[in-house]
């Protein structure tokens, strides 16, 4: 007992009283006393445990040496203000403050202070309540929640966890990015108000929860301005029973572009493969076809001498037999036939471009000038004569006049770009057709890559045609016009041989607007090339 | 009297339909529907002037054709007349001292282009 009060300071004090005594030494808080002057007097057994100090060592000095640097440098002055002024900063009222043992470490301590003005004692007692294992504690839940956190933002998915009515009680980075929503603004609203597009329901939700049972959406498409996106929901029940859920969502669109792609691809290469050994076997009547309807035109209608003199040994009118001819209309099967052969024969040619492809030579090309030629060969062709004039068409050339050469096959790219440049102009006469009619060019720098933008007014498409585009044989064009080809030849000559990109943005009566982009040093690669990934 | 011109198909039809144009157009022509064949006219003394030549035929193939007419009849001047499209046999071809040949694809829409072609390889000669 004689350890606990500066016995050297009063001859008798309040603290002698065996109760007062007892309820100090045995309180479970540290108890310290001071004095006015801020000298130590009461130092309770409590309060050797938590600040390592005997009573001893302690007793009648200043009270700064239990506290750290920061909170002992103002102490007096705060004693002598309060003497002064009466002004209190912490008497009376307690707070969380910090503590310094004998060894020089801290810990989180509750100080109550409280006044006491009794004979043998007048000044300040305080109760210190030892927060350690309480903020070990917080920490460590802080921690726990901070970790929670950092593995769901960590994922790339979008991870919302829900109760069990489906409201948002967690809520990840790619939770916020996908709905622009944060944490606080999305928290105890139903998940089923922030995601609408993904068409799952509060009930769907609580139905999932209730019966413990996972949910699976697969490619639910988003549609957005930058086209349609597509996305994987998955809900997990929480194991714990009625307790919410977690659901997960993921970008899964360019899975689904590169699926979509390898079927197509996987469709040209079977066109490319069989083109080369067919064209063979089709050219060959092919040309009976056409060589017979020609030699049918000149012995029927031509004025050959052996035509005469068969017919006149025959005794034979010609004009008569041409009349016949004519009104049984001869001329016009014949001129069918020869049609529907050339159409044929072009299915062929463009069937062969994918077999040819795969032998080309890359050379430095400059995209302007070979835009240039492509313009000025679409202003010749036939076809295009044919459905719309190509010179009623604004030409607008666009982005940088870069001197830069890009490495391609000329022709190849040349080829790509006739082809769009003659859909984009019979897209442009159909009915109705399109009013200043306009076709956009242009050239854009992207560092190792180039892109090639090819952009029309005309009708636009829909998503179902868009998507079917590349596709071999695929065609809107009457028939006749369009072999289902061009495009496909463009796009493999684009992704396969160039190893570039060819896409379309697209939609009803918005245009269309193709975009190519090449690599800069591009080497060639086709199916049958030697340069296989 | 124009050129005699020996037409090489296995496709009958084929040469039925150029030997019907190139004697409307005043030619002499002879038809053979494979390369052996056509070697074994040359061999019996068929003189010819040019002759159009499929590439892709049974037995042996019509560049191989080209060579051993050219060989036994050096005189002859010959046009390729082919469905195929692979041009390597055409390069092999151009290697050798029969040199690079006219070369038309089937199908022709327009035989007289080929015609103009024997008349002038055989004025030429």
């Known amino acids: 007992m004689d350890c606990l009060v500066n016995k050297s300071k009063s001859s008798r004090s309040w603290t002698d009283d065996p109760l007062v005594h007892s309820i100090v030494e045995n309180v479970a808080d540290g108890v310290v006393g001071i004095g006015t002057d801020g000298y130590i007097e009461l130092f309770n057994r409590v309060a050797e445990r938590l600040f390592g100090y005997q009573a001893g060592e302690v007793l009648g000095r200043n009270v700064r040496m239990l506290m750290?640097?920061?909170?002992?440098?103002?102490?007096?002055?705060?004693?002598?203000?309060?003497?002064?002024?009466?002004?209190r900063h912490i008497i009376g009222i307690g707070r969380e403050v910090v503590g310094r043992r004998k060894d020089g470490s801290t810990f989180p301590m509750y100080l109550s202070v409280g006044e006491v003005s009794q004979p043998g004692f007048d000044g300040f007692i305080g109760i210190v309540h030892d927060l350690s294992s309480q903020k070990a504690a917080e920490r460590e839940l802080a921690e726990a929640g901070d970790l929670l956190q950092s593995i769901?933002?960590?994922?790339?998915?979008?991870?919302?966890?829900?109760?069990?009515?489906?409201?948002?009680?967690?809520?990840?980075?790619?939770?916020?990015?996908?709905?622009?929503l944060d944490a606080a603004q999305a928290m105890g609203r139903a998940f089923a108000d922030i995601f609408p597009f993904l068409r799952l329901g509060s009930a769907d939700i609580v139905r999932a929860v209730h019966e413990g049972k996972p949910l699976r959406k697969e490619r639910v498409p988003i549609p957005g301005d930058g086209g349609t996106r597509y996305l994987?929901?998955?809900?997990?029940?929480?194991?714990?029973?009625?307790?919410?859920?977690?659901?997960?969502?993921?970008?899964?669109?360019?899975?689904?572009?590169?699926?979509?792609?390898?079927?197509q691809t996987e469709k040209m290469m079977s066109v490319g493969g069989l083109a080369a050994g067919m064209a063979h076997e089709i050219n060959n009547p092919l040309g009976t076809v056409a060589?017979?309807?020609?030699?049918?035109?000149?012995?029927?209608?031509?004025?050959?001498?052996?035509?005469?003199?068969?017919a006149d040994e025959l005794g034979l009118?010609?004009?008569?037999?041409?009349?016949?001819?004519?009104?049984?209309?001869?001329?016009?099967?014949?001129?069918?036939?020869?049609?529907?052969?050339?159409?044929?024969?072009?299915?062929?040619?463009?069937?062969?471009?994918?077999?040819?492809?795969?032998?080309?030579?890359?050379?430095?090309?400059?995209?302007?000038?070979l835009i240039d030629t492509a313009l000025r060969l679409a202003g010749h062709d036939y076809d295009l004569k044919k459905s719309y004039d190509f010179r009623r068409i604004e030409i607008v050339r666009e982005g940088t006049d870069s001197p830069d050469e890009v490495l391609c096959d000329e022709m190849a790219v040349e080829q790509v770009l006739l082809n769009l440049l003659r859909n984009a102009s019979q897209a442009m006469c159909t009915h109705p057709p399109t009013p200043s009619a306009r076709i956009q060019l242009g050239v854009y720098d992207e560092g190792d890559w180039v892109r090639l933008g090819v952009a029309d007014n005309g009708p636009g498409m829909s998503e179902e045609v868009a998507r079917r585009l590349f596709e071999p044989f695929f065609t809107t064009k009457p028939v006749g016009i369009g072999t289902g080809l061009g495009l496909s030849v463009a796009y493999f000559i684009v992704t396969e041989q160039h190893r570039g990109t060819?896409?379309?943005?697209?939609?009803?009566?918005?245009?269309?607007?193709?975009?190519?982009?090449?690599?800069?040093?591009?080497?060639?690669?086709?199916?049958?090339?030697a340069d296989r990934r | 009297m124009g050129p005699l011109v020996l037409i090489v198909d296995d496709e009958l039809s084929i040469c039925d339909n150029l030997a019907a144009f190139l004697e409307d157009e005043g030619m002499r022509t002879e038809v053979a529907h494979s390369g052996e064949e056509a070697v074994q006219r040359v061999t019996d003394g068929l003189a010819v002037d040019v002759c159009v030549m499929d590439l892709r035929l049974p037995g042996i193939n019509g560049a191989q054709a080209i060579l051993e007419i050219h060989e036994r009849e050096p005189r002859a001047r010959f046009i390729v007349h082919t469905g195929s499209t692979s041009d390597k046999?055409?390069?092999?071809?151009?290697?050798?001292?029969?040199?690079?040949?006219?070369?038309?694809?089937?199908?022709?829409?327009?035989?007289?282009?080929?015609?103009?072609t024997v008349r002038a390889l055989w004025t030429a000669a």
């Open chain 1, 317 to 369: 009118d010609l004009d008569r037999m041409r009349e016949y001819l004519s009104r049984r209309g001869i001329p016009r099967f014949v001129e069918g036939m020869r049609e529907a052969t050339e159409r044929a024969s072009r299915i062929v040619s463009d069937m062969l471009a994918y077999s040819r492809r795969s032998t080309s030579s890359f050379v430095p090309v400059r995209l302007n000038q």
């Open chain 1, 68 to 87: 750290p640097t920061d909170y002992s440098r103002d102490h007096d002055e705060h004693l002598r203000r309060y003497g002064e002024t009466g002004a």
């Open chain 1, 152 to 180: 769901l933002d960590s994922m790339p998915s979008t991870v919302v966890g829900v109760d069990a009515d489906g409201r948002v009680t967690h809520w990840n980075r790619g939770a916020r990015s996908e709905s622009g």
């Open chain 1, 502 to 529: 060819i896409s379309v943005e697209t939609s009803p009566g918005q245009g269309t607007r193709f975009l190519i982009r090449l690599p800069r040093r591009g080497k060639p690669y086709g199916p049958a090339g």
């Open chain 1, 232 to 263: 994987d929901l998955m809900l997990y029940p929480l194991c714990h029973p009625s307790s919410g859920a977690v659901i997960r969502t993921d970008d899964v669109t360019e899975r689904v572009r590169i699926e979509e792609m390898m079927v």
């Open chain 2, 89 to 116: 046999v055409l390069a092999e071809l151009a290697r050798t001292d029969v040199g690079r040949l006219p070369v038309f694809s089937k199908p022709l829409k327009d035989m007289t282009r080929i015609s103009e």
């Open chain 1, 291 to 310: 060589q017979g309807c020609q030699n049918l035109e000149r012995r029927l209608s031509g004025d050959l001498a052996e035509n005469l003199r068969v």
